[in-house]
């Protein structure tokens, strides 16, 4: 399930779009994103963690690939 999961994640990034944890759990069923995108990293994709404020004021990473 890793490999898919890092396909799809790394497929979802390519498209240009963000990824939060929260987010990743309810597209792609991952617990573990930040693993996830180790993982990506270490497979040569530029990934980018941005610390962004949610509606609530809590703090969260959102993830993106570099241009």
Same mark, same amino acid.
């Given at each position: 399930? /890793?490999?898919?999961? %890092? %396909?799809?994640?790394?497929?979802? $990034? #390519?498209?240009?779009?963000?990824? /939060?944890? $929260?987010?990743?759990?309810? %597209?792609?069923? /991952? $617990?573990?994103?930040?693993?996830? *995108?180790? %993982?990506?990293k270490g497979q040569g994709y530029n990934v980018e963690k941005t610390i962004v404020s949610t $509606?609530?004021?809590?703090? *969260?990473?959102?993830?993106?690939? #570099?241009?």
């Open positions: 399930m /890793t490999n898919s999961q %890092n %396909n799809q994640i790394a497929q979802h $990034l #390519k498209e240009g779009k963000t990824l /939060t944890a $929260l987010e990743a759990l309810r %597209n792609f069923g /991952t $617990l573990r994103l930040a693993a996830r *995108i180790h %993982n990506l $509606l609530s004021g809590k703090r *969260i990473a959102q993830y993106s690939i #570099k241009k």
